[in-house]
């Protein structure tokens, strides 16, 4: 016996910023033993698709990004991934797999065309919102693990990093904060939390450098925990990893993570308005902007 529920995330619209859970279906499998029983969620829109699996017997909720072509963080796209960390934190999720739906790409980063000929008012609305993802996503009170399975270039690195363990998917695909290759400036935010993942040392290595790390790469220098060689491996492993917390007390692990983040949570919260400003003076000089129609130019001329 199968019980399936199917939740609807809605973004836009009139389910906007709601989840609904809705008991849909209960239904018998012919000759099926052992197939998965779950919470199986789907939502759809303009700006990307996030399908949700909810393992009913171990409570973790297996996230898949989908917005092709390359899963590129925009601003509805960041407000879904928003709300779906919001419905999963109100559903006592008790854990996360983040991975992505596409082949090849885990996430491409920013949406660089929300930067390019963007005006103050629509970066500002954009930068706010990923401010507001980050910090839900780095503060969740369910462990959670981020299965790369494709490339993570930029902000795509930064959110696999805000999981507390990344798996990824070797060895094709390339990981890190490029924002210096392409002439901007990783937000101090990006920088701490690339400090607290690799060490001062190596994340200076790595930040002025834009290194994007191949998989053994990363795994060498402590910014994946572990290499896989195939999803279903990888599947496996994030599974492995959030089963130790089953008899884990929740309360006592998610306090010692906040008190680990804290300080790099608090400096975004402080200085949030500082950052926009920051990221509004950059973006929009003429200099940048220049920079990053060319940047553009050269990822479609390939
Ligand atoms: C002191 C003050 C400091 C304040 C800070 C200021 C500013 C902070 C802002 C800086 C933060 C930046 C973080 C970022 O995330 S920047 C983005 C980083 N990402 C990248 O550089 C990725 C670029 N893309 C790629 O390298 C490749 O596309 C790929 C992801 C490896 C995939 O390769 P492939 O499968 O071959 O696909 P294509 O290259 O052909 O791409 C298909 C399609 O998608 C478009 N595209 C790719 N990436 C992006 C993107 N990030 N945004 C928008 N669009 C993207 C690409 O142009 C193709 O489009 P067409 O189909 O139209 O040709």
Not at 72 to 84: A, D, Y
Not at 95 to 108: D, R
Not at 212 to 233: P, R
Not at 250 to 269: F, P, Q
Request: glycine letters at 8%; aromatic letters at 8%.
């Amino acid at each position: 016996m199968i019980i399936s529920f199917h939740y609807n995330i809605g973004n836009q619209g009139i389910f906007h910023n709601s989840i609904m859970f809705v008991k849909k279906a209960l239904f018998a499998v012919p000759n099926s033993k052992s197939l998965p029983i779950g919470l199986v969620a789907r939502f759809s829109s303009a700006t990307g698709d996030i399908g949700v699996t909810v393992n009913d017997k171990t409570g973790v909720a297996t996230v898949k990004l989908q917005r092709a072509p390359v899963n590129s963080l925009n601003t509805g796209f960041l407000k879904n991934i928003e709300s779906t960390l919001d419905s999963l934190e109100k559903e006592k999720a008790r854990g996360l797999i983040l991975t992505s739906g596409l082949p090849k790409i885990f996430t491409a980063g920013l949406d660089i065309l929300e930067l390019y000929n963007c005006t103050t008012e629509s970066l500002t609305t954009f930068w706010t919102q990923l401010q507001s993802t980050w910090l839900k996503l780095h503060a969740t009170s369910f462990p959670s693990v981020a299965l790369i399975n494709g490339h993570a270039p930029g902000a795509g690195c930064q959110l696999a990093m805000s999981c507390e363990y990344r798996i990824m998917l070797g060895p094709k695909y390339t990981i890190g904060l490029n924002e210096t290759k392409m002439g901007i400036i990783a937000p101090f935010w990006f920088v701490d939390t690339m400090i607290d993942t690799l060490g001062p040392r190596q994340a200076e290595l790595a930040l002025t450098s834009g290194k994007l790390f191949t998989s053994s790469e990363a795994l060498k220098v402590g910014l994946i925990d572990e290499e896989v060689g195939s999803e279903e491996e990888g599947v496996a492993k994030a599974e492995a990893f959030l089963s130790q917390y089953a008899t884990i007390p929740g309360t006592a692990r998610k306090l010692t993570k906040l008190m680990i983040r804290e300080k790099t949570i608090s400096n975004l919260v402080k200085n949030k308005d500082k950052d926009l400003k920051n990221v509004i003076d950059l973006i929009t000089s003429a200099q940048v902007q220049k920079g990053l129609g060319l940047y553009l130019q050269s990822l479609k001329k390939k």
